[in-house]
């Protein structure tokens, strides 16, 4: 499995980013693939979350209503539109994969198994 972030940046608090995660060298029918964040001295939080068998989303409280997820399936590429940034939205910013359907657990991050090597965002003026 091969995961692969870009789009991150320095924004200033206010503006907008939109990461991109390239996916491949799976044949996984159904899953949840996700975007984790992890700031300096803090546990990994999974921001965002999407079963791509429906397309049901989940997302962190921190982030409802400022950040979308959303999946090109023929590209098979999963995005992260975060709009309304704030400093404390700092850290960087992995794409995961967890192979279980079981929606118990998706906000966990120790539930999935494929990380990619992460996209350092920043906010700060």
């Known amino acids: 499995v091969q995961l692969v972030e870009s789009g991150g940046g320095l924004v200033q608090p206010g503006g907008s980013l939109r990461l991109s995660c390239a996916a491949s060298?799976?044949?996984?029918?159904?899953?949840?693939m996700s975007w984790i964040r992890q700031a300096p001295g803090k546990e990994p939080e999974v921001v965002s979350a999407?079963?791509?068998?429906?397309?049901?989303?989940d997302y962190a409280d921190s982030v409802k209503g400022r950040f979308t997820i959303s999946r090109d399936s023929t590209k098979n590429t999963l995005y992260l539109q975060m709009n309304d940034l704030k400093p404390e939205d700092t850290a960087r910013y992995y794409c995961?994969?967890?192979?279980?359907?079981?929606?118990?657990?998706?906000?966990?991050?120790?539930?999935?198994?494929?990380w990619g090597p992460g996209t350092q965002v920043t906010v700060s003026s």
């Open positions: 060298g799976f044949t996984f029918r159904e899953y949840y």
């Open positions: 999407v079963r791509t068998g429906d397309g049901v989303t």
């Open positions: 995961a994969i967890r192979a279980s359907l079981n929606p118990s657990g998706v906000r966990s991050y120790l539930e999935y198994e494929y």
